[in-house]
């Protein structure tokens, strides 16, 4: 019905990964992923999928420093690591495992607008018009080939976020009491923004967010009021309860595309394309692939900058997504999964293999434990 992941350290792509013994961390229960089921029956694969994921205090809210009085503006990197179970025929070692990485390529340029009529005016000498210094940000909400996968964007890289606290839905609204509407009168949800709903449960099972469109907003009680009830119909359920909520760091994001600025959807996201996309203030985006027929993974993203001094931006020249990038590799393969004998053959690399920076060893020292005790302890290499 499980399987035990005993400790042990290893290294994936360069990427650490560590498992302690007192963790009693197990297939279904595991430290970054919702709880699992193994296969009933047939054969499978084992692998471990790493990753790396940006998280700030919304996600981990015990990363704020009560003397600081609630003010955090760093992002910081956190190594995800899940062991994955998929059956597979004729399960053996050195199987490919886990997805293709992603195909999408984006381009960014800043366009110069139309000459004037009257030969009076002089025409702009430069593309981005905008009159703040931005960083955009371009991110897949969900994947797919080119022409099928729909993105969104934001103009302050999707930094206007705040934790949920409760949801409340009646009729087709959804009703969000979060912590904070916003820092001032630009930083901060609008009626008429489009935002996205999501908690730890789904992004880390890779799965997207819920969009919705902002209809009102209680500023006192610090509600926003959404024009649908979410979750929307077979997707996976928000936290029941207040603490399920705050366990699982419900969390609201704003994005700046609007049907002003893109031909929308009902979602409010918009199709990529082969062709131009405009966004705003002088600026387009043209996606890619490569290799040719591939797609677009959910959660891929690009971030480029736009500066007033300059006019300019940016420019991106069918760059890959900067992540989420996944490595992968096989620990096991099992056969007869369902009977009473099933047989694991370990698929684990060999030390040796893992990685020009390995140590020799590990010494964990812990609290009122003898630091040079450790160090006197590591063998002479």
């Not at 009830?229 to 996976?236: G, K, N, Q, V």
């Amino acid at each position: 019905a499980d399987l035990s992941i005993g400790p042990g350290r290893l290294y994936v792509d360069g990427l650490q990964i560590e498992c302690f013994a007192e963790d009693g961390a197990t297939y279904r229960n595991q430290p970054f992923h919702p709880p699992l089921t193994l296969p009933a029956s047939g054969d499978a694969v084992v692998y471990l999928d790493v990753w790396e994921r940006e998280v700030t205090y919304i996600e981990d809210g015990g990363l704020l420093d009560p003397a600081l009085g609630g003010a955090d503006t760093t992002t910081r990197r956190q190594t995800v690591w899940q062991l994955r179970v998929d059956p597979r025929r004729g399960a053996a070692c050195g199987m490919p495992v886990g997805e293709p990485p992603s195909a999408g390529c984006l381009t960014s340029r800043a366009i110069a607008p139309p000459a004037p009529d009257d030969p009076c005016i002089l025409p702009p000498a430069s593309g981005y018009r905008g009159l703040e210094n931005r960083l955009y940000r371009v991110e897949v909400q969900q994947g797919g080939a080119l022409g099928t996968a729909r993105f969104k964007w934001s103009r302050d890289n999707g930094s206007i976020v705040s934790t949920v606290r409760d949801i409340a839905v009646s009729g087709t609204q959804t009703t969000l009491t979060v912590n904070r509407i916003g820092r001032d009168a630009f930083l901060r949800f609008r009626a008429g923004d489009w935002v996205s709903v999501t908690d730890d449960h789904r992004e880390l099972a890779g799965e997207s967010a819920d969009m919705a469109l902002i209809i009102d907003i209680d500023e006192t009680n610090r509600r926003i009021v959404l024009d649908r009830a979410l979750p929307r119909p077979a997707t996976r359920p928000f936290g029941a309860t207040a603490a399920e909520i705050a366990g699982r760091h419900m969390r609201v994001q704003r994005w700046d595309q609007t049907a002003g600025t893109n031909t929308i959807d009902a979602d409010g996201l918009v199709l990529t394309g082969a062709g131009p996309i405009a966004i705003e203030d002088g600026i387009e985006i043209e996606f890619s692939v490569d290799p040719a027929g591939g797609s677009f993974r959910t959660g891929d993203y690009w971030v480029f900058w736009a500066r007033t001094a300059t006019a300019s931006i940016e420019e991106l020249v069918k760059a890959p997504p900067r992540g989420i990038r996944h490595h992968y590799v096989q620990v096991a393969a099992i056969s007869g999964l369902g009977t009473s004998s099933p047989v694991v053959s370990d698929c684990r690399p060999p030390p040796q293999q893992q990685g020009a920076g390995d140590c020799c060893c590990t010494i964990i020292v812990r609290p009122g434990e003898d630091i040079q005790a450790g160090i006197d302890a590591l063998p002479p290499q």
